[in-house]
């Protein structure tokens, strides 16, 4: 690719190597190459997903260049395309660039929208804020519950429900008929309720599984949950009525043992694309969706911000801005 031919820096947050503190760095702002626009990024969405790239996730699947910006989401404008783009100048765009296996990513002033990214135009009257905050979290909700087929009648549980991929699922899976339980701390249990959740339950009270067990002894058809590992999976699961599915987006889930006692299992692998990102958008406008922007930092707070994306707490969606 060619990089900062014309000379200019940007501001970015990167890292050097894998697992080093993500800084502030001084970078050349790239340069779109045919079929690609660079974007001038005005707001970029924080996923956990960014601090494990930085950690090394994906170190033995995608080739990766350094200094890395960080970050997959974001919302800018158009400020220069290559040969046979599909976008113009000045047209305003979102999505989930991956830019990582040319150290490019969405915590800087610019970005590259490269022919294959899942970007596309922004509707009509979206804030950057949330066009920045919906795509990873709206696409991995919607196929959290597609996956789930959650239906009206269900009693659906959701682990992980006051975080930037919680937060959408519950809103979908009681919207779509289903009688959803929520995790959350006593002082997000208001939210979950305006969501559409039906009752919540406070994890940090004891174990989860015996939590619910109390309020529903005849367990749960199905449970779509953004936070456990295999060992929390397998206590969960034992709430799971007959037929029951276990839907899990941090690989928590052994299908073959699910299935062997007649449950469905199913781990969740991104799977970002421009039909999923449009569905998102059109149940954002029906209000099947909701994404929460809970703050908005600068650019020189991003790292502080990784951090305590880390250290858990989510309540809705980070977002960063240039
Ligand atoms: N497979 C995929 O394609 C895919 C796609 C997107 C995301 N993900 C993964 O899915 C996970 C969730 O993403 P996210 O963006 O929603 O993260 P997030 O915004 O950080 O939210 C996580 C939420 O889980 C809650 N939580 C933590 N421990 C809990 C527990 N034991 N019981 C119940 N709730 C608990 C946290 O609140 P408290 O700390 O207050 O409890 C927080 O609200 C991340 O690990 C992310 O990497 C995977």
Known sequence: MNTGENGDVMRAIAISEFGATPVRMNLPVPEPGPGEALVKIVAAGLNPVDWKIADGMLKDTVPHSFPLVLGLDGAGVVASVGEDARFRVGEQVFGRFFGVPRGLGTYAEYTIAAADDVVARMPEGMLYSLAAAVPTAGMTALAVVEEGRIEGGQSVLVIGATGGVGQPVVRLA??????????????????????GAAETVDHTRGDTAALVREIRPDGVDAILDMVGDRPAAERLAGLLRPGGVYVSTVWGVDPDALEARGLRGVNISYPPTPELLERVVELLGTGEMLIDVDEEVSLEDAPAALARSRAGRARGKTVIRP
Do not use: E, F, K, Y
Request: hydrophobic residues 45%.
């Open 174 to 195: 009681s919207r779509r008929g289903a009688m959803v339980i929520a995790t959350a701390r006593p002082d997000m249990a208001q939210r979950m309720r305006t969501l």
